[in-house]
């Protein structure tokens, strides 16, 4: 029996609020997930993360891989031990990190073969032992293994992706389905490719709802697409998904890309964009992105945003920001990614409304 | 009418135990202050600094001299304000900071001259604008401005620091009491120095208790001076200094100087240390010093210090701390930090006991 369950609370449109339960728990959707890379959110503190109102975090399989390896992390109990954090946790299956090096990584048939980042040792994954990776991790989410050609790459490439990306995802859930499925305490969601093409991208997602999967990801987004280019992969995603299954939109973004995805019927998202920026001395607002190293916030004792709730509003004025940023302090990063989640989580909240009103 | 008052609770020998009163509350001694030098604890928000049982921090007025400034500061409505702590603030005048980097400063009868490590450009403090550089940024307690020879340097040369810091004491005392004393809500400390010259630290001392001072600093030492040399400078202030006034032992250091200095009547301390070995990825625990990049915790899944109630002890094992350390997560200096001062006030905690018992 399945701990998984996605309980569908309210629709408008497309838009949905829904609340996907695992055994960490369940988070509220449409959910923002922060992204802590090599299981640490940068900068904060699982205490403070949990602050921003965020309820799943996500962490990348690729990344601890190589460092300190899955062995390390399953002697300590796994992932939410290891890190700290109690509630539920996705982990990305590194599809994306080693396509994105892709000058140091080679694929065939059978899976991928790449060069460690932090030595240049030769390292491989396939379907199977991707998966093994992330059962090893103990996250309640898992993704399977994907091919993810460039935004730019020619239809052949793409095609060819998306056929490898498959016929992954097939053996992928045959592995599982071998261990007892979701019953094992892990879920597993499938990734939708097929780059800008409307026809390959609904191929690929029937293909993927015949195996039935736990969820199901958009991916090969953010990879340098229009926005007319993402709205051909939602909209695949809205007319080719079953509605009782989480959409996860994969590494996309902006608070527009949430507003465009959730309203297309996205459930789900992650991103670097509110910790990255915020280690860059830049806040998401309700008045736009703001430059804290900007001369003009020298002396504006305003909070970042008039409206938001988080500690770092609560507490500090631009001008003091702006102080930690100029001085170099990394406690500007801190308190900036904490207000860029929370913000973040401001606008999941608003459109989970939406959908109720 | 002075807000400030120095209550002595208990004592054993020379060691006390005591709680000095400021306008922003009070804290307990034997204290330790950790060290904002630029209006930040690196990384650690205030409600992080304020969970290790911290109640007085320190900041640093030559620092914040250069930059921001102290009119940004005094129009923000003062450091308290700035940067969000309401508890006690001492700011330390500068001396140290100029006359570690001698190179770069210039010192006369009147003043020291010197150039910002920001941009170059020259500078200058005299006792008078050093006390009314902290009168704006608005510290509970300031410090005068003294001269700092280095630990070995020529008697010549202490003897003539020592007489400088002794008249630009009495300049400053002068200007503060021009403004109404301690009553205009900030304290000022006098500044011992005298090298390592028992009579020139006595009559230091002498000289400035004279002037009656809010509290006595002992200056001049963690600038490479053995423990005998320490014990020196203690010894005087252990009969020189006013039972009722606080002792502050300025800039040391490490767990034996607390005891030591604590044993030998010493009510105040600050140092840089936990934060700084912090972020060098180091613990301070009842097991002594350790180095969390050695491959000894790859798999220890033991908190840093068995005994200690600190949020990283509660939450988190050796081995993960050693993942961060080796990943080279913002996430460990902070973990770290947050320890190390826990740790830090622990001591004070025993050292009060010690006196009570």
């Not at 736009?288 to 509003?313: F, I, Q, S, V, W």
């Amino acid at each position: 029996m399945s701990e998984f369950r996605f309980e569908l609370i309210a629709q408008k449109g497309a838009l949905r609020r829904g609340r996907y339960h695992t055994p960490h728990g369940s988070f509220e959707t449409p959910c923002f997930a922060p992204v802590g890379t090599r299981a640490a959110l940068k900068g904060l503190t699982p205490e403070q993360v949990r602050a921003t109102g965020s309820e799943l975090i996500l962490a990348n399989a690729y990344h601890l891989f190589l460092r300190p390896g899955q062995e390390l992390i399953a002697r300590r109990g796994g992932l939410h031990e290891f890190m700290g954090w109690d509630g539920p946790i996705l982990t990305d299956s590194g599809g994306y990190q080693i396509f994105s090096l892709a000058h140091l990584s080679k694929v065939d048939d059978d899976g991928v073969t790449f060069q460690s980042i932090i030595n240049g040792s030769t390292k491989r994954l396939t379907p199977e032992t991707t998966l093994e990776l992330q059962r090893d991790l103990g996250p309640d989410i898992a993704m399977v293994l994907d091919e993810c050609p460039p935004g730019d790459a020619d239809p052949k490439i793409v095609r060819r992706a998306e056929d490898r990306t498959r016929a992954w995802a097939r053996r992928a859930r045959d592995l599982h389905d071998s261990w007892g499925g979701a019953g094992r305490g892990q879920a597993v969601f499938g990734i939708v490719q097929g780059g800008t093409d409307p026809d390959l991208r609904a191929a690929c997602a029937d293909a993927l709802v015949s195996m039935e999967f736990d969820g199901y990801a958009i991916g090969g987004l953010s990879v340098g697409e229009t926005k007319d280019q993402m709205a051909v992969a939602l909209d695949a995603a809205a007319h080719q998904l079953p509605a009782d299954r989480p959409r996860y939109l994969m590494g996309v973004g902006t608070p527009d890309d949430f507003r465009i995805g959730a309203r297309a019927g996205v459930d789900l998202f992650d991103c670097v964009t509110p910790t990255r920026h915020g280690r860059n001395n830049q806040a998401f607002t309700r008045e736009g992105r703001m430059k804290l190293r900007n001369l003009k916030y020298a002396e504006d004792d305003r909070p970042l945003d008039l409206e938001c709730t988080c500690y770092t509003c609560r507490t500090f004025s631009r001008a003091y920001l702006r102080h930690l940023a100029i001085a170099g302090e990394m406690l500007a990063g801190t308190l900036l990614s904490i207000h860029n989640i929370h913000y973040f989580q401001d606008i999941m909240t608003e459109l989970r409304e939406e959908a109720s009103s």
